[in-house]
């Protein structure tokens, strides 16, 4: 089992930028995509960004497309997620997640560990 940690959340002006952190720890050599997912309030839990560990082939929801950018290091077993031009829209709980099934999935169904989640809210 891989052991996720987020961090970075906040409250933010729209327009503004933040960047999320996840760390993993455990068995992270099982692990073959991190993604984040995201949840508003009353809605269900959404896609977000998915990254490859190997190679880190990357993939976006429409909605963040161009706005955010996923990245990792490898080295550090870290996985963030750099938030731009933030809309009222982007408030949710933002939770990372990790695969040891897949390699790349945009199905929240396919990743079998998850950290605590961080919340971000966007005022305008």
């Known amino acids: 089992q891989v052991q996720l940690v987020e961090s970075g959340g906040g409250l933010v002006q729209a327009g503004a930028s933040l960047r999320l952190s996840c760390a993993a720890s455990?068995?992270?050599?099982?692990?073959?995509?991190m993604a984040w997912f995201r949840q508003a309030p009353g809605k269900e839990r959404e896609f977000v960004a998915h990254?490859?560990?190997?190679?880190?082939?990357?993939y976006y929801a429409d909605s963040v497309k161009g706005r955010f950018t996923i990245s990792r290091d490898n080295a550090k077993n870290t996985v963030d997620l750099q938030m731009n031009s933030l809309k009222p829209e982007d408030t949710a709980v933002y939770y990372c997640a990790s695969s040891s099934r897949i390699y790349g999935s945009e199905s929240q169904n396919d990743f079998d560990s998850w950290g605590q989640g961080t919340q971000v809210t966007v005022s305008t």
């Open positions: 990254i490859i560990w190997t190679g880190g082939r990357t």
């Open positions: 455990g068995r992270t050599f099982n692990s073959h995509t």
